[in-house]
């Protein structure tokens, strides 16, 4: 986010409940549907956001 100039309060703007915000910066799930989402906004890919261990 930081890269691309993206605020938290532009994705809560763009349809990003504080409650996805929390659990992304805690490590928790969030749905593909969500990371859809703020790929589009953030202009990436999955593969950008994600990491598997």
Do not use: H, W
């Not at 992304?24 to 969030?30: A, D, E, T, V």
């Amino acid at each position: 986010m930081a890269e691309k100039g993206i605020s938290q309060y532009k994705l809560i703007k763009s349809g990003v409940d504080n409650r996805t915000l929390d659990s992304l910066k805690n490590n928790r799930n969030i749905t593909m549907n969500t990371l859809a989402k703020i790929c589009k906004i953030i202009n990436c890919t999955p593969n950008d956001v994600v990491r598997f261990k």
